[in-house]
């Protein structure tokens, strides 16, 4: 007989709020990157390479915090380990925390790999656990941790850069791996993984007979490879409009429109902070909408939001930015949620593919991103950027017969 784990109960619950902390801590420094990132050119790039040298940096990080967590997330279902989280927010922390003094590029590159692999190793079994924790209300419980990871994101980078940006000093960003590296030894004593513990739709008690029948990856994933593939092209290149402004956005501010640290690392921050009100939004609107309808939405209604931002400044220019993220954003929930459905017993893999492997073909894209931007100069590829969900959302044609999330949660 199962013995079923309440998911309201205090123990549980408990460990959701901290997990989803843990993960705003692990996002303030994993967001450092954007913020400092002019800063890092200013020093070794040239000129003429300047936007070009961004897009190696932001695929090189990308290659070891998103595509890494294909890896982990493979790891993670086999070996259900704390320490995924524990070393993810060390690694994190100490890498971010160093990158912007580092002496070489060499050693910005390890840097950034190091910071990577901690973001990468973090995700997969995070997020799993917290839809875990989350049970029948799975899809708001995601959001919520991922509305968390994107207040650090948002936030956190901000009360970080306090004293590099006070002093015009980033030395001060060494002192202040401490946070990340307590809030790791934390870890291990707050979280309590069970072993038993059903990953894949509720914080139940699998039994040994469910234990021993689950599917290989193939055989699952099998029967929908064509809507896998359609997902994975969506988040992926969404992702390209949302990684190429968070970067490559900084960097306009503040070569072509001259704002100070300050300002451009704010304008970055309401631009992050409007990603997470736009997963937040989503854990309520697929309980509301249409699942497929709100991801077309998402799609076909941000490029105009994003470009007429371009077009204004002021307080017009923050509203339309935080408007066009918001409604982007809002469909990321689904992605992870769909796919998870589709590999069941294979959650982990489900979400490193949808939030880690597409961020870092998102990623790897954006070397397109910085060598357009150095030959046609950043405003024209920015407009260009902005459209690119609008392109792809004729693919939605090919969901059509995925599940209403709306009528299932």
Same mark, same amino acid.
């Given at each position: 007989?199962?013995?079923?784990?309440?998911?309201?109960?205090?123990?549980?619950?408990?460990?959701?709020?901290?997990? +989803?902390?843990?993960?705003?801590?692990?996002?303030?420094?994993?967001? *450092?990157?954007?913020?400092?990132?002019? #800063?890092?050119?200013?020093?070794?790039?040239?000129?003429? +390479?300047?936007?070009?040298?961004?897009?190696?940096?932001?695929?090189?990080?990308?290659?070891?915090?998103?595509?890494?967590?294909?890896?982990?997330?493979? $790891?993670?279902?086999?070996?259900?380990?704390?320490?995924?989280?524990?070393?993810?927010?060390?690694?994190?922390?100490?890498?971010?925390?160093?990158?912007?003094?580092?002496?070489?590029?060499?050693? =910005?590159?390890?840097?950034?790999?190091?910071?990577?692999?901690?973001?990468?190793?973090?995700?997969?079994?995070?997020? +799993?656990?917290?839809?875990?924790?989350?049970?029948? +209300?799975?899809?708001?419980?995601?959001?919520?941790?991922?509305?968390?990871?994107?207040?650090?994101?948002?936030?956190?980078?901000?009360?970080?850069?306090?004293?590099?940006?006070?002093?015009? %000093?980033?030395?001060?960003?060494?002192?202040?791996?401490?946070?990340?590296? $307590?809030?790791?030894? *934390?870890?291990?004593?707050?979280?309590?993984?069970?072993?038993?513990?059903?990953?894949?739709?509720?914080?139940?008690?699998?039994?040994?007979?469910?234990?021993?029948?689950?599917?290989?990856?193939?055989?699952?994933? %099998?029967?929908?490879?064509?809507?896998?593939?359609?997902?994975?092209?969506?988040?992926?290149?969404?992702?390209?409009?949302?990684?190429?402004?968070?970067?490559?956005?900084?960097?306009?501010?503040? %070569?072509?429109?001259?704002?100070?640290?300050?300002?451009?690392?704010? =304008?970055?921050? =309401?631009?992050?902070?409007?990603?997470?009100?736009?997963?937040?939004?989503?854990?309520?609107?697929?309980?509301?909408?249409?699942?497929?309808?709100?991801?077309?939405?998402?799609?076909?209604?941000?490029?105009?939001?994003?470009?007429?931002?371009?077009?204004?400044?002021?307080?017009?220019?923050?509203?339309?930015?935080? $408007?066009?993220?918001?409604?982007?954003?809002?469909?990321?929930?689904?992605?992870?949620?769909?796919?998870?459905?589709?590999?069941?017993?294979?959650?982990?893999?489900?979400?490193?593919?949808?939030?880690?492997?597409?961020?870092?073909?998102?990623?790897? *894209?954006?070397?397109?991103?910085?060598?357009?931007?150095?030959?046609?100069?950043?405003?024209?590829?920015? %407009?260009?950027? =902005?459209?690119?969900?609008?392109?792809?959302?004729?693919?939605?044609?090919?969901?059509?017969?995925?599940?209403?999330? #709306?009528?299932?949660?």
């Amino acid at each position: 007989m199962q013995k079923k784990q309440q998911p309201s109960n205090p123990p549980a619950r408990n460990q959701f709020i901290f997990l +989803t902390f843990t993960h705003s801590i692990l996002d303030s420094y994993a967001t *450092l990157f954007p913020h400092i990132l002019p #800063s890092i050119l200013d020093r070794f790039a040239s000129e003429a +390479t300047r936007n070009s040298f961004a897009g190696v940096l932001i695929s090189l990080y990308s290659i070891f915090s998103s595509l890494g967590q294909i890896l982990f997330g493979w $790891l993670s279902d086999r070996f259900r380990s704390v320490h995924f989280i524990t070393f993810g927010v060390a690694f994190t922390a100490i890498g971010l925390s160093l990158v912007g003094i580092a002496p070489s590029v060499w050693i =910005v590159f390890i840097l950034l790999a190091i910071g990577g692999l901690g973001v990468a190793a973090f995700h997969p079994q995070a997020t +799993t656990y917290a839809g875990a924790l989350a049970a029948e +209300t799975r899809g708001m419980g995601i959001a919520i941790f991922l509305t968390g990871g994107n207040i650090g994101r948002a936030l956190g980078p901000l009360l970080l850069l306090f004293l590099p940006y006070f002093y015009d %000093d980033l030395n001060y960003l060494a002192w202040e791996m401490q946070i990340g590296i $307590l809030v790791a030894i *934390l870890v291990p004593i707050v979280l309590d993984f069970q072993d038993e513990l059903d990953l894949t739709a509720s914080a139940r008690v699998l039994s040994d007979e469910e234990k021993t029948g689950r599917q290989s990856f193939w055989r699952v994933a %099998d029967p929908h490879l064509l809507p896998l593939i359609v997902l994975f092209i969506i988040a992926s290149l969404r992702t390209v409009t949302i990684a190429g402004l968070e970067n490559f956005l900084s960097i306009y501010l503040k %070569d072509d429109l001259n704002y100070s640290n300050w300002n451009r690392s704010l =304008v970055i921050g =309401v631009f992050i902070f409007a990603g997470s009100m736009g997963i937040m939004g989503s854990g309520w609107l697929l309980s509301k909408i249409n699942t497929l309808v709100l991801l077309l939405l998402s799609l076909v209604l941000a490029p105009p939001l994003l470009l007429a931002s371009l077009r204004t400044d002021g307080i017009i220019f923050l509203v339309l930015l935080f $408007l066009g993220n918001m409604v982007l954003t809002s469909s990321v929930t689904i992605n992870i949620i769909l796919a998870q459905m589709m590999l069941r017993g294979h959650e982990s893999i489900a979400a490193s593919f949808m939030m880690g492997a597409s961020w870092g073909v998102g990623g790897l *894209l954006n070397l397109i991103v910085g060598a357009l931007g150095d030959k046609y100069g950043l405003p024209i590829v920015l %407009d260009g950027l =902005v459209m690119v969900p609008l392109l792809i959302s004729p693919l939605m044609l090919l969901l059509r017969q995925q599940p209403d999330l #709306s009528k299932t949660e």
